[in-house]
């Protein structure tokens, strides 16, 4: 149906000269066209996007938020058996990690997005959409309450109450500001794609402002001086395209301008890129260095005023240091319709919504949490150790003999990831090699532990235990997993395929979440990037940036999308990044 | 001439092989890749933005404005003896026919956007640019007033004086809200790039909107009602393009919206289309009452509420139209500094900037105006009827004889262009022959008029006096004029080439501007366009819709933007048009 769309669109403009029509076509679009065309299958549903009554008992989910966790649990959601509803105040997906190169216009802002619509509606599904935003949720009588962030001409009607089944928590989080007087006055965040497009005005506000004619050499300084504050992948990146955009596009506009700009990064830790290798972090260190940009790690912000920042060293000296733009960026922080939730299910002075390893709320039966707004409160093995002894314990024996250990390891492992993790950095293949090293002396096969001894052994497993990074892949890696979870539902409820219930009987209906890491990227400018890929591997320089823009290219979440960046690229190498106040 | 000859040779080219407008759009694509290239050359001249003291004497020309009659001043001056000064609040050149493009998609904003510094970075000559808003002009002290656009973080000092020896106004016009009361709060405008923006976020407000649950069928409808007031081609342009984006990808979304949206058309005179052929007209209404559009002409907007738009028919009915979202586009009115500037030189009660011939504001001697803030008063022939009749009698014989008036007639053709369109339009080759009708029977050689046998000769020739119309290609024109003018200054001092003073002695510097039309398109949707050449040669259809993509193409200001609305084009046939709220 599509295709043929597609055909009709070209053939009204061409309907005299059919070959000519193919020929440009063919000339248009060149390579990618082909692989588009593919791309534009058939839509075999009817989606309305108005409310229907739905009469039939389908489950309801009701999914909050469009983002990665969002996105991706309804991209790969395919059991037509759910009526599913998404609510979030942005109608679009946005590829938030190419966010730092919007605000210096490396690529568009529309380049990175994907409405909601065009994603659901190559699904045949029940899937409606609604532009609003969730401000309360009421667990207890199963609905949400909704208000839609246009309220104008809406009569007043501007909110509205959802009722779920099932809800899919994917609302991402806010960025903290520590309650750090005059921040949220003063600084640019850089969330959301609204937010990467101000920090760009007002890059170029500041080059217009400091060139206008009555200012002192001091003033025009201070107002080129763009000071980031965190010193993470996303403010390194800022910090890298804006010290390219000045050299390599502000600069050929006036010459004079590299003397007056200056960039600060601010870290409040003893590094950049915390979470990165050493070798990267020392890399982007002297590379920052080199090209001029001032990085002061240990340095906490205390105080933000419309032209000074203040910060407190560790030596308890105080400073100021005068700015013309601030970029704030130094984590998350959880939105108030969250902890307003978190209060209701007593999950109290936490700093995510916590759930199982199944991604189910702690507290709740019906609600699931994914994405940066929850975190998975793994069990330990140590709280569950009598449990886990005693159904190992088959015969009841009261000790605990080679075979049944062997018997219950996969269980085991698959429940508790860091009994896996813990034997794999110990290169233990057996669980009773692990065993025997509270036995010691005993041969192997005819160990036997009593409690105490099982205990001993397994002391130390949980120091495996590691809360997963608030990042894209995290995200999209659980909303593809519960999406999993919901597809087999119901033949995961005759037939479980988790591992035992130590604490109850049977199953678990579904293996818990387990995050693949893939690896992550620094980009640190001038095209090179700081590349950490799983098995330890760096790789630094001009051909991660290419593994970057690879990657980056062929993550797009559409071929449209994945079109228009390629092309926001080739535009800026041959033109360079545009200056207009747009 | 001779551009006019060859526009209309290809016309004719068009009209006969329809195809081949597609061989010319083929050949700017193409061509393009390859000169984009040797665009991006190396800068030559070097320029500051910021403020350098100039100690040289140089005549320092001030330009407010960076429109199509300020930018096409700066592109085309080439006299380095000048210091040029740029002011205005926007640091980019907007290609504006390209708007109603931008409010539903179809081109990208910042594809129809060159920064202003690009352009002048390029020419080898002392250009600077402010980023300010002219607030005041002081004649009497040669200076004006500017105020930075964005005051925060400059410590008081937004405001500045900038002083000038030659000022060129060429500030644009403001949309004419009739002083019609709530058109200014509840209407949206189509005159800047941000408009284009905010309608088009508007519109993906509107759909948003309409697809909450919890509103009725009749509140759907108000709000997918799009009202535009204004049968231009603007308002004709922007209601196409809106019904494309509904029936072409909203459509797609959600077959069901097309039943609910609805697309009013207002205009208060009798035809959509006014200014153009009568063929365009009929063939636009017909098209749009075919299509759903409702063309309500004769309909006067009396006032605006936030949900309804009131009309009162020409019967002196009023009646109240529910809508969910209107824009207005009735015509221009003057900006508050021009006003406050018009009476400064003693002109009251008029709609714009009255100049001479020559662009120079009426009652000043080194200002000039161009664009849509001017309009030039021509000199009627009856006022200067006597100093005519003297300047030509060179005998002083009281009488004018054929070969005295055949003399001057080049001079008087030159000053007073109404002359010149008169005997063409009577297909007079000779002055003498327009004589002898006030002097029937004479032999043509042998013919004396006295004074008032020349009036009445002449009477009728101001008939002929027509207002330019205030669109991109006069105000381009009218820059590319000014700027040759200002060129070639000294030597037509020394000089003069322009026609005899008849009122004074000696000659004018400089020929006086004259307007040459090209044509003019108005695209009505479905990838039709009408379009109206010179020589009253009419085309509607695709193959105009083809010419007009070339023109357009061909008419950017750069590389860069020419590639990146061609790409936009490209991408809305293969891709349709996003609807994110971006």
């Not at 991604?359 to 709280?383: F, S």
């Not at 690879?550 to 079109?563: E, I, N």
Request: glycine share 6%; aromatic share 10%; charged share 30%.
């Amino acid at each position: 149906m599509k295709t043929f769309t597609l055909y009709e669109r070209f053939s009204r403009a061409f309907h005299d000269y059919p070959n000519l029509s193919k020929l440009v076509v063919l000339f248009t679009v060149s390579g990618g066209g082909l692989v588009a065309y593919s791309d534009a299958n058939p839509i075999s549903g009817y989606q309305s996007i108005f409310p229907v009554e739905t009469e039939n008992k389908k489950k309801r989910v009701v999914v909050l938020g469009t983002g990665w966790a969002g996105t991706s649990f309804l991209k790969n959601l395919k059991n037509p058996e759910y009526d599913v509803q998404v609510v979030s105040p942005r109608n679009y997906f946005a590829f938030t990690p190419l966010l730092p190169s919007v605000t210096c216009g490396t690529v568009e802002a529309r380049s990175i997005v994907e409405p909601i619509r065009n994603i659901i509606r190559k699904k045949n599904m029940d899937i409606r959409y609604w532009e609003a935003e969730c401000f309360k949720i009421d667990a207890q009588n199963k609905r949400i309450y909704c208000r839609s962030n246009k309220p104008s001409n809406l009569n007043g009607k501007q909110e509205f109450v959802v009722e779920y089944d099932y809800l899919v928590v994917a609302m991402g989080a806010r960025s903290n500001t520590f309650n750090i007087p005059g921040v949220e006055e003063n600084c640019k965040f850089l969330k959301e794609v609204e937010d990467a497009q101000e920090i760009r005005r007002s890059v170029i506000d500041c080059f217009e402002k400091a060139s206008l004619p009555n200012l002192s050499e001091e003033e025009r300084k201070r107002i080129l001086h763009f000071v980031i504050v965190g010193g993470g992948p996303t403010g390194v990146e800022f910090a890298a395209e804006l010290h390219d955009f000045v050299n390599e596009d502000m600069v050929k506009l006036n010459p004079g301008v590299k003397e007056l700009v200056k960039i600060t990064l601010l870290e409040a830790t003893d590094h950049i890129l915390g979470m990165f290798d050493k070798r990267i972090t020392e890399f982007a260190e002297k590379k920052f260095k080199r090209e001029g940009i001032d990085v002061r790690t240990g340095a906490m912000v205390v105080k933000v005023s419309d032209k000074e920042i203040s910060t407190k060293e560790r030596s308890g000296e105080v400073s100021s240091i005068p700015y013309g733009m601030a970029v704030w960026s130094t984590g998350i922080g959880t939105r108030p319709v969250i902890r307003d939730f978190m209060q209701q299910v007593g999950q109290i002075n936490r700093r995510a919504l916590a759930t199982d390893e199944w991604l189910r709320v702690d507290g709740t039966d019906n609600i699931y949490a994914l994405g940066d707004c929850a975190t998975i409160n793994q069990r330990k093995v140590m709280e569950d150790i009598s449990a886990i002894f005693n159904k190992a314990d088959k015969d009841n024996s009261g000790t605990l003999s080679a075979k049944e250990a062997r018997e219950v390891i996969m269980d085991i492992c698959e429940r508790y990831p860091q009994v896996d993790l813990y034997l794999k950095n110990k290169q233990l293949r057996d669980i009773v090699d692990l065993l025997k090293e509270s036995k010691k002396g005993v041969e192997k096969e005819s160990i036997e532990l009593n409690i105490e001894e099982f205990k001993s052994a397994l002391s130390q497993v949980d120091s495996q235990m590691k809360n997963l990074p608030a990042t894209a892949q995290v995200a999209a890696q659980q909303g593809a997993y519960l999406a999993d979870c919901f597809n087999r539902m119901e033949d995961c409820e005759k037939d479980p395929e988790g591992p035992l219930r130590f604490r109850g009987s049977g199953r678990h209906r579904f293996r818990p979440f387990r995050y693949k890491h893939f690896g992550q990227f620094a980009p640190l400018g001038g095209e090179q990037t700081a590349a950490q890929l799983p098995g330890d591997w760096v790789s630094i320089g001009h051909s991660s940036q290419w593994l970057w823009y690879s990657v980056y290219a062929s993550k797009q979440v559409s071929w449209r999308t994945r079109m228009l960046v390629i092309s926001d690229w080739t535009r800026r190498f041959i033109f360079g990044r545009d200056s207009s106040r747009i």
